[in-house]
T-cell receptor, first 116, second 115 residues
Framework: QQQVKQSPQSLIVQKGGIPIINCAYENTAFDYFPWYQQFPGKGPALLIAIRPDVSEKKEGRFTISFNKSAKQFSLHIMDSQPGDSATYFCAALPRKGSGNTGKLIFGQGTTLQVKP | EAGVAQSPRYKIIEKRQSVAFWCNPISGHATLYWYQQILGQGPKLLIQFQNNGVVDDSQLPKDRFSAERLKGVDSTLKIQPAKLEDSAVYLC?????????????FGPGTRLTVT
């Protein structure tokens, strides 16, 4: 079964720090690697996404770095704020075909706490 | 723009009972998803609808779970009979046809506790 492995499980940083969340995937073809942010009592919300032919993408304080050869991608949050405290999920969207229906595969999640 | 609506928000039932969840997607969104999110894990897709047709239900435990999307709008997910391991948050999401499938909008979820 296709998997996306996410680490760490939890992370605590001080305000202004740069938390880094890592994900690794297995041998398969993927079209997109999105990240979602989830606050308690809410559903996940799309944060940023990257295609596998791009090595880095920035949107505001959020940056995705992608290493195709290592099959790894990571989320960096610049100048982190207490309001960024949430659970973050990486995901991978398999390319349709060869038995794949194009459904998202989520990582296990990382709970981030940004201390004031 | 109104978001994805789900009800109830919380439900506690005993094992072997039945339960139903309701979802109203964002207006105009043709694709609707039901996910199961067990505590400490990422969401797992149970079923995906395109309008009122099923696109993928490969991970739906069909012996106890059922879902329908009448008229291609609202959807209900039912569990009958419930087991202890069904305790989870059930998320509904929707997306526009033609959008990237990762561009999904999630509802707040229904937290189910089976005792």
């Amino acid at each position: 079964q296709q998997q996306v492995k996410q680490s760490p499980q939890s992370l605590i940083v001080q305000k202004g720090g740069i938390p880094i969340i890592n994900c690794a995937y297995e041998n398969t073809a993927f079209d997109y690697f999105p990240w979602y942010q989830q606050f308690p009592g809410k559903g996940p919300a799309l944060l940023i996404a990257i295609r596998p032919d791009v090595s880095e993408k920035k949107e505001g304080r959020f940056t995705i770095s992608f290493n195709k050869s290592a099959k790894q991608f990571s989320l960096h949050i610049m100048d982190s704020q207490p309001g960024d405290s949430a659970t973050y999920f990486c995901a991978a969207l398999p390319r349709k075909g060869s038995g794949n229906t194009g459904k998202l595969i989520f990582g296990q999640g990382t709970t981030l706490q940004v201390k004031p | 723009e109104a978001g994805v609506a789900q009800s109830p928000r919380y439900k506690i039932i005993e094992k072997r009972q039945s339960v139903a969840f309701w979802c109203n997607p964002i207006s105009g969104h043709a694709t609707l998803y039901w996910y199961q999110q067990i505590l400490g894990q990422g969401p797992k897709l149970l079923i995906q609808f395109q309008n009122n047709g099923v696109v993928d239900d490969s991970q739906l435990p069909k012996d106890r779970f059922s879902a329908e999307r009448l008229k291609g709008v609202d959807s209900t997910l039912k569990i009958q009979p419930a087991k202890l391991e069904d305790s989870a948050v059930y998320l509904c999401a929707s997306s526009l046809a033609g959008q990237g499938p990762y561009e999904q909008y999630f509802g707040p979820g229904t937290r189910l506790t089976v005792t």
